[in-house]
């Protein structure tokens, strides 16, 4: 079965350290995956994506996330936080299977916290 | 968000009542897909479209149902809304079945009193 996990609830830190959102999944074959950030009252907006090369993605507002195959993780980092990073963020993951027939499936979401 | 409108943003309703929010795109997506958020639960598909009057089922689907008659605009409907609908709804479009990820409107908040 194809499943995203997001094993922190929160993630707290400083403003002007590095942040680090973690995410593993499981998938048959190649996987496409995605981070999106959710502010309050807003829809998710895309943050990056991996569907093939280089394992380091980088997206918008600073953000990069690191595909390891071996750990089947992507972890959504930023060397510098700021206080506007504060919001919910999620990771998913996309497969196609036999027939064409794809699917999506989000992490229950990763609240990050950026204190001043 | 550009591009994608929901409507309404916001309603309450009682039990046993029929329900149907609307999304609409100025984008020509063909793909498009409606979304329930729940605390601890992510996002969860309920319906989506790859097209006018394409549809089919996502993973919970009990008790909505779909329309797509122009491409612009996906309906779905709560047809007895019950307490446990009382969720966010988002809907999203794409163009290519989201190899390069979703664009998601700014969802609707649904009460069922």
Wanted: one cysteine or more; charged letters at 20%; glycine letters at 10%.
């Amino acid at each position: 079965a194809q499943s995203v996990a997001q094993p922190e609830d929160q993630v707290n830190v400083a403003e002007g350290n590095p942040l680090t959102v973690k995410c593993t999944y499981s998938v048959s074959g190649n996987p496409y995956l995605f981070w999106y950030v959710q502010y309050p009252n807003r829809g998710l907006q895309f943050l990056l994506k991996y569907i093939t090369g280089d394992n380091l993605v980088k997206g918008s507002y600073g953000f990069e996330a690191e595909f390891n195959k071996s750990q089947t993780s992507f972890h959504l980092k930023k060397p510098s936080a700021l206080v506007s990073d504060s919001a919910l963020y999620f990771c998913a993951v996309r497969a196609v299977y036999s027939g064409g027939y794809q699917k999506v499936t989000f992490g229950i979401g990763t609240k990050l916290q950026v204190i001043p | 968000d550009a591009g994608i409108t929901q409507s309404p943003r916001h309603k309450v309703t009682e039990t046993g009542t029929p329900v149907t929010l609307r999304c609409h795109q100025t984008e020509n997506h063909r793909y498009m897909y409606w979304y329930r958020q729940d605390p601890g639960h992510g996002l969860r598909l309920i319906h989506y479209s790859y097209g006018v009057k394409d549809t089919d089922k996502g993973e919970v689907s009990d008790g909505y149902s779909v329309s797509r008659s122009k491409t612009e605009d996906f309906l779905l409907t709560l047809e007895s809304a019950t307490s446990s609908q009382t969720s966010v709804y988002f809907c999203a479009i794409t163009t290519d079945r989201g190899n390069y990820g979703y664009t998601f409107g700014s969802g609707t908040r649904l009460t069922v009193v």
